[in-house]
């Protein structure tokens, strides 16, 4: 009664009473302090959920391992040489160049730069999705379709699992679909097939190109797969048009996806030509850590720890704009819900393990998923203010209820993963279980061959068949990789192409593995393994015991081996020391003679290697080293892989180089004396590198440049006089209010050729 007085003497007022405007601005004072609300509601939700991690640190589980130094970085970057595997002269990884620039920008305080560029996923993904939904005009569909991203279980089981992929994509892929959907210039998202939503700007095609492929180059720095997710995010939302009976637009939607797919491949330059090479290099090993099953695919449960049943009261939710919706909203629900399917069945698709090799993992899958399942939510509040009051009172209005209670159910699970505050993180990592490895060795520099389920270790690796000791359970593939003197770091977070170091590794593993040797630590003494470590969860006991697992038969072939010693460390890993290893460079007797290499086992092995002299052990700068040898005529023996690359010199005179085991480099004549022992880069490298620092100012700049010429257009243009409002009704209808466009020329200039290759089919 009181609600029905109120709107009587608000609307039964004269209209020329100048209070007569109170009503709207009490409505739009309530739509402020609804943003203002939700917002600090989600600060503090993100704080609490965070708070062990903000005001603690972060462990390096899964692929979040810890930085190196500024100076360490920028090295590797321009080197050509990178110690992945058993060394690699593949192209360093661009994150590697862009971590020392941010890290210098900090001050060198890489810490804090891990910290930022690993929490600051979460709210910067909530804040791309506010974003994303502005053209909608509805600010409580923007806070509901924002709160719906936000609970989706997706970044917080990310956190849990250390999957440092899947919190990029949350963060950078409702930037992709806003940029695709701005694209298409659909309304309301343009003025094409319909009025453009409030505050939407026009720019150029090739403008919306460069920026999908600026934000997936930066996501694809962590994620290199992101590049294909892009492309596959920017299909399904074409097939959903087609679905909705709607094609226009698609040929600027679908050219914008896979132009900026393209845009990104080029701004990884000379990087991304290893995924040319090998394009499993672009994927690396991933494992899901579980079985995927609809149910849990459904719940967007992508781990170990799988999501609560009343996850899937948002896909209930998500329903109501396909029941109620009209015009454009019901147009793009159906493209959402084409991305969800079709997100849905491609992450259940990946983890049944059908597909033979490296594929994506399961995360980047489901993301797009995400998106579009809480831009649907979102879209279902629109249509409840704009669509539902045309229809007689009846299924529909209770549908509405279902669905409000439908997303307050979901949004439980998510407030009781906040309390943990660190989002369902370990406590600890292995580092102080394995701190022995990062002493410095008084015997030579070693290698850790790291063995298990590809989602427990710490590092990137390369997928392993060897039946026999493969079969790890349901979800989990076996992997191995390897770091240099200790713990992984940052350098080991991207896997290289597969090169004759690691077919040699993973052959010698595959033997073993079929029973063909007992001297396992003979065939991998020649690559200076010192460790080999099996990790059976993704921390220490007792942090991670829900993703544990017991790989029986790749721990009975390794206790089989004569030349491993079992070492006793922690419960949740096995360890063994190689009895037979021998240093990265070794001095070996000049008559050695040292395999070429081979399929047949005396091919691989060099016993001289074991108890050998460590040499050149002191550091002159990456991929450089110096010492002195005592003795003359010897033969220095390098366990690195890199052909030519590698030179060493004595008293000026550069000494003879050979292939040794078809993959390292044994040098001969060397007399008592200093030598230096360095990795000779290409200058072609250095041109290739400072290639793409130019190609990467170039996109910066220009889309600089367009975003000012435009923006000064629509301010010079001023608002529009039909829309006293703002553009926002006061019932949170949305009413039209497009941005202006830039002027003809500017967009004849960028668009005349694109416009000609699709207009007509769009």
């Known amino acids: 009664m009181r609600l029905s007085a109120f709107l009587r003497a608000q609307f039964g007022r004269s209209e020329g009473d100048e209070s007569s405007w109170d009503f709207v601005s009490n409505l739009r004072a309530t739509r402020g302090t609804l943003t203002v609300t939700a917002w600090i509601l989600i600060a503090i939700f993100l704080l609490v959920g965070s708070r062990e991690l903000i005001f603690g640190s972060v462990p390096a589980v899964g692929d979040m391992p810890p930085m190196l130094g500024v100076g360490d970085m920028f090295s590797r970057w321009v080197s050509g040489y990178q110690t992945i595997g058993l060394g690699s002269t593949a192209p360093a990884p661009t994150g590697l160049g862009m971590f020392a620039l941010l890290g210098t920008v900090l001050l060198g305080s890489v810490g804090l730069l891990r910290q930022i560029l690993i929490l600051g996923m979460l709210p910067l993904g909530v804040l791309a999705m506010w974003r994303l939904t502005r053209p909608v005009s509805s600010r409580r569909a923007r806070v509901v379709a924002t709160v719906a991203y936000l609970i989706v279980p997706v970044a917080g089981q990310s956190m849990a699992h250390g999957d440092w992929s899947g919190l990029v994509a949350f963060a950078a892929m409702p930037i992709v679909f806003s940029q695709l959907f701005a694209a298409s210039e659909l309304a309301?998202?343009?003025?094409?097939?319909?009025?453009?939503?409030?505050?939407?700007?026009?720019?150029?095609?090739?403008?919306?190109?460069?920026?999908?492929?600026?934000?997936?180059?930066?996501?694809?720095?962590?994620?290199?797969?992101?590049?294909?997710?892009?492309?596959?995010?920017?299909?399904?939302?074409?097939?959903?048009?087609?679905?909705?009976?709607?094609?226009?637009?698609?040929?600027?939607?679908?050219?914008?996806?896979?132009?900026?797919?393209?845009?990104?491949?080029a701004l990884h330059l000379p990087w991304s030509l290893s995924f040319l090479d090998d394009w499993r290099s672009m994927l690396g090993s991933s494992s899901n850590g579980a079985a995927t099953t609809v149910s849990s695919i459904t719940r967007f449960s992508i781990g170990p720890v799988g999501g609560s049943a009343l996850c899937w009261a948002l896909l209930g939710a998500a329903l109501l704009p396909l029941l109620i919706g009209r015009d454009w909203r019901l147009a793009w629900a159906v493209r959402c819900w084409a991305v969800v399917i079709g997100g849905l069945?491609?992450?259940?698709?990946?983890?049944?393990?059908?597909?033979?090799?490296?594929?994506?993992?399961?995360?980047?899958?489901?993301?797009?998923?995400?998106?579009?399942?809480?831009?649907?939510?979102?879209?279902?509040?629109?249509?409840?203010?704009?669509?539902?009051?045309?229809?007689?009172?009846?299924?529909?209005q209770v549908a509405s209820l279902l669905a409000a209670a439908a997303f307050v159910l979901a949004g439980l699970p998510a407030a009781g993963s906040a309390l943990s505050g660190r989002?369902?993180?370990?406590?600890?990592?292995?580092?102080l279980s394995l701190s022995f490895l990062d002493q410095s060795p008084q015997d030579g520099g070693f290698r850790v061959l790291w063995l298990g389920d590809a989602n427990s270790l710490p590092l990137a690796g390369w997928d392993l068949e060897a039946p026999g000791i493969d079969d790890l359970g349901a979800g989990r593939s076996l992997a191995f990789a390897t770091s240099t003197d200790g713990m992984p770091t940052v350098a080991e977070q991207w896997s290289g192409p597969v090169d004759a170091g690691l077919r040699s590794l993973a052959s010698s593993l595959q033997i073993a593995g079929a029973g063909g040797t007992a001297r396992l630590g003979g065939l991998i003494a020649p690559m200076a393994v010192r460790y080999v470590i099996v990790p059976l969860a993704q921390a220490p006991d007792p942090y991670a015991s829900s993703t544990r697992y017991e790989p029986t038969g790749l721990l009975a072939m390794l206790d089989?081996?004569?030349?491993?010693?079992?070492?006793?460390?922690?419960?949740?890993?096995?360890?063994?020391?190689?009895?037979?290893?021998?240093?990265?460079?070794?001095?070996?007797?000049?008559?050695?003679?040292?395999?070429?290499?081979?399929?047949a086992l005396s091919d691989r092995f060099l016993p001289q290697i074991t108890g050998a002299t460590s040499v050149l052990d002191d550091p002159a700068g990456f991929a450089s080293w110096t010492g002195t040898v005592d003795q003359g005529r010897s033969t220095i023996y390098v366990a690195q892989s890199g052909g030519d690359g590698w030179s060493l010199s004595q008293d000026g005179v550069t000494l003879d180089r050979t292939d040794a085991l078809g993959w390292a480099s044994a040098f001969t004549g060397t007399g008592s004396g200093p030598l230096a022992l360095r990795f000779d880069t290409p200058i072609t490298r250095?041109?290739?590198?400072?290639?793409?620092?130019?190609?990467?100012?170039?996109?910066?700049?220009?889309?600089?440049?367009?975003?000012?010429?435009?923006?000064?257009?629509?301010?010079?243009?001023?608002?529009?006089?039909?829309?006293?409002?703002?553009?926002?009704?006061?019932?949170?209808?949305?009413?039209?209010?497009?941005?202006?466009?830039?002027?003809?020329?500017?967009?004849?200039?960028h668009d005349a050729i694109i416009a000609a290759l699709i207009e007509g089919g769009s």
């Open 188 to 265: 309301p998202f343009g003025d094409r097939d319909g009025t453009a939503g409030r505050r939407v700007t026009r720019r150029p095609l090739t403008h919306r190109i460069v920026a999908i492929g600026l934000v997936t180059a930066l996501a694809a720095t962590i994620a290199p797969a992101f590049i294909g997710i892009v492309v596959g995010s920017s299909l399904l939302v074409v097939i959903g048009g087609l679905l909705a009976g709607r094609l226009i637009g698609a040929g600027r939607l679908l050219l914008a996806g896979l132009g900026g797919a393209i845009v990104a491949v």
């Open 345 to 396: 069945s491609g992450a259940w698709l990946l983890g049944q393990g059908w597909l033979s090799g490296p594929v994506p993992a399961v995360s980047l899958a489901i993301v797009p998923a995400a998106v579009g399942v809480s831009l649907a939510v979102g879209l279902g509040v629109a249509a409840f203010e704009v669509d539902l009051p045309d229809y007689h009172f009846g299924w529909r």
């Open 423 to 431: 989002w369902g993180m370990p406590r600890g990592d292995f580092s």
């Open 560 to 599: 089989g081996q004569l030349d491993l010693d079992s070492v006793t460390v922690n419960p949740g890993l096995r360890v063994y020391r190689n009895a037979a290893w021998g240093p990265q460079r070794a001095l070996l007797p000049r008559d050695v003679e040292i395999p070429a290499g081979g399929e």
């Open 686 to 749: 250095w041109l290739m590198l400072l290639g793409q620092v130019l190609l990467w100012a170039v996109v910066i700049v220009h889309l600089l440049r367009v975003r000012v010429r435009v923006d000064e257009s629509a301010t010079l243009a001023g608002p529009s006089d039909e829309d006293p409002t703002g553009g926002d009704g006061g019932d949170g209808t949305p009413e039209p209010s497009p941005g202006a466009a830039p002027d003809a020329a500017t967009t004849a200039r």
